[in-house]
């Protein structure tokens, strides 16, 4: 429904920023407009107010997008970082400075060009190729906006995706410089290597209690025990309402009754056809030499019903059904075209019907089965009916139920027992419940819920020992809890780590002799070229997939080979250090054609990008703007 109503932290915050952030410059602003300005304005532009709740919002879309694109691997301590909270600021900042352009030249997007952007929105049409306003209204509806709101929207998103087509129209890539980069991307270079591996070194790695300690006192985060909770909470979920629901037989007989349309099969009937085709906008001599056809075939059949099967595999030009000699099997009404159907259902068993004319050309029909309309006995949908009538008695219990819930966690907020015994829901216990979801227990267990978390881990809940609010964790899923016990962030003892400790000083030890062996060889062969000890020689490229890592690939591809063989080391954390010689260069024979245009087509992107991200700079610099709020050091994302 949305779709057509509206160690390198820091790089890969940036990366991320790259893919992701841009997308609020250009969409989305009615979404965040709507919540008016209020008295929270965190920043004015040009006349325009930037809010606390516009901010929040834009945040937690943003946190919504990672949440959907790393699925596990989603960390919100790494992403919610004052320094993405400014970017997403800026953002909103941005998206005024164009606003503000907009008026300035009296931008605009006709009436027309609005219409034909929602009717270009899939799933805005009924069968009949029309406009369906109902549908139309009634999906904005459920997204909280009227047409004028939503089309007030769209034509802003219009005018500025007009803006920013203006702009980045404006930048080419130069045959020269493609040229150039598509040389570097293809060129490839034959190299070999040696690896110093750390492991080796292993056993020349004094450890002394001084450089345990030293490490365990400078590495204290990977020996944190973060803060934990031990839990109670009850769950107020449909499973929960039907529970306490039951039917009885008369419920049971009274819903049949009434549904008993639901509960019959349609007459259904067995034909065989023979089809004389006409092709759409045939001829008029081309229909009556069909049609001639068709009557001297009935006319056979009129004579010898028997032959229908034969005449059919003989004569049909339906492929589905003439190789079974026209046989269809069993259908209903509203399977067949119309005037099919209605020739059908006049015929008794065995009759065959005279000359139909429908949209595929003209048929004769025989009917060979008739099966008669038959209600289903209770017996066999009694258990489908109870289920169904539970359903539709546990979705209406369910608000009923809901609000006795809030209500009696909030009148009552220092124990769950009271909402628990009227509402006969049971209390359970978690253990080790920590701020972050825990993305390797699964999605079936209510308290890992990021939501319930953030209200969880306030500090009228922790402190104060409160039940938390009603949280909605899915639709018809409520959840509270409290705190039993609260456990800070503390330190796991030394002795306890004492031997990770000792490995991970093992490792730095030994990776750092292991480069400084590999750096003084490295440095005997600049002195003095030699091939002795390197492994089997292997080509590689910046486009061509290799085992090297993409460290070493890199500098591989950046080295200086102007003077052969060229000699270079990379330091591999974890695993050593490894020494590469370069014995050739070698050039592409012949260009790609193709490939030389997806890369000027690459380029050119690129260029445009960074045309918009220019001029949006400009712009920004031109209009007045005024922060009027700091950004937090804290997020409220969930």
Do not use: W
């Not at 150039?180 to 056993?203: H, P």
């Not at 020494?579 to 050739?584: F, G, L, P």
């Amino acid at each position: 429904m949305l779709e057509f109503i509206r160690g390198h932290k820091r790089l890969t915050q940036l990366l991320l920023l790259l893919f992701i952030i841009p997308s609020f410059a250009f969409v989305g602003l009615e979404g965040y407009n709507r919540f008016g300005t209020g008295a929270n304005v965190v920043a004015k532009v040009a006349g325009y107010s930037v809010t606390t709740q516009e901010l929040e919002a834009a945040q937690r879309e943003q946190m919504d997008r990672f949440r959907q694109m790393l699925g596990t691997q989603f960390d919100q301590k790494l992403l919610d970082t004052p320094e993405m909270r400014q970017n997403v600021l800026d953002k909103l900042i941005a998206q005024r400075a164009l606003l503000a352009e907009l008026s300035r030249k009296n931008l605009s997007v006709s009436d027309q060009a609005l219409q034909q952007a929602i009717l270009s929105m899939p799933g805005l049409t009924s069968q009949d190729g029309k406009f369906d306003g109902e549908r139309y209204a009634s999906l904005l509806a459920a997204q909280g906006l009227t047409p004028s709101s939503f089309e007030a929207s769209l034509r802003q998103d219009l005018a500025l995706q007009q803006l920013n087509s203006a702009i980045e129209s404006s930048a080419f890539a130069p045959k020269t410089m493609v040229a150039r980069l598509s040389g570097i991307a293809v060129q490839q270079r034959e190299i070999q290597q040696i690896n110093f591996n750390a492991t080796d070194f292993n056993a020349q790695v004094k450890v002394t209690d001084d450089m345990l300690q030293s490490y365990y006192k400078h590495n204290s985060t990977q020996y944190t025990i973060p803060e934990q909770l031990k839990i109670e909470y009850v769950i107020l979920n449909i499973a929960a309402v039907e529970s306490q629901l039951s039917i009885t037989d008369a419920d049971i007989q009274s819903y049949y009754e009434q549904n008993a349309k639901r509960y019959t099969l349609d007459e259904q009937r067995r034909a065989s056809h023979i089809l004389i085709a006409v092709k759409k906008g045939a001829s008029s001599a081309e229909v009556s030499v069909a049609k001639a056809k068709a009557e001297n075939l009935l006319t056979q059949l009129r004579k010898n019903p028997a032959a229908f099967a034969k005449l059919a595999k003989e004569n049909s030009q339906d492929p589905g059904s003439a190789e079974r000699g026209g046989d269809l099997d069993f259908f209903s009404r509203g399977m067949m075209v119309k005037p099919f159907e209605e020739a059908a259902y006049k015929l008794k068993q065995g009759e065959i019907s005279d000359i139909i004319r429908s949209d595929f050309g003209f048929h004769i029909i025989q009917v060979s089965a008739i099966k008669p309309a038959i209600v289903k006995p209770l017996n066999d949908v009694r258990a489908e009916i109870a289920a169904e009538i539970k359903k539709q008695m546990a979705a209406k219990k369910y608000a009923e139920m809901a609000e006795i819930f809030s209500n009696t966690i909030y009148e009552q907020p220092d124990s769950l027992k009271p909402v628990a015994d009227k509402l006969k829901l049971t209390i359970e216990t978690a253990f080790k419940v920590t701020r972050q979801i825990n993305s390797t227990a699964g999605n079936n267990i209510p308290f890992n819920n990021p939501k319930f978390l953030q209200v969880l881990f306030s500090d009228d809940v922790i402190k104060n020992k409160h039940n938390t609010e009603a949280v909605e964790i899915a639709p018809n899923i409520l959840i509270s809890g409290r705190v039993v016990e609260y456990k800070p962030t503390s330190m796991r003892p030394f002795d306890e780590v004492k031997a990770s400790v000792r490995e991970r000083v093992t490792q730095t030890e030994a990776q750092n002799l292991a480069k400084k062996a590999g750096e003084s060889k490295l440095a005997s062969l600049q002195k003095t070229p030699s091939s002795t000890g390197f492994s089997a020689t292997k080509t590689v490229s910046r486009v061509q997939k290799s085992d090297l890592s993409s460290i070493a690939l890199a500098a591989a591809m950046k080295a200086d080979v102007s003077k052969l063989p060229a000699f270079f080391g990379v330091d591999v954390p974890a695993q050593g250090y490894a020494i590469y010689r370069i014995n050739k260069v070698i050039e592409p024979a012949m260009k790609d054609q193709e490939r030389v245009i997806a890369e000027q087509q690459q380029i050119s992107n690129a260029l445009a990008q960074q045309e918009m991200r220019t001029y949006i700079n400009y712009l920004k610099q031109k209009a007045i703007v005024k922060i009027l709020q700091p950004i937090s050091s804290k997020s409220n994302n969930s």
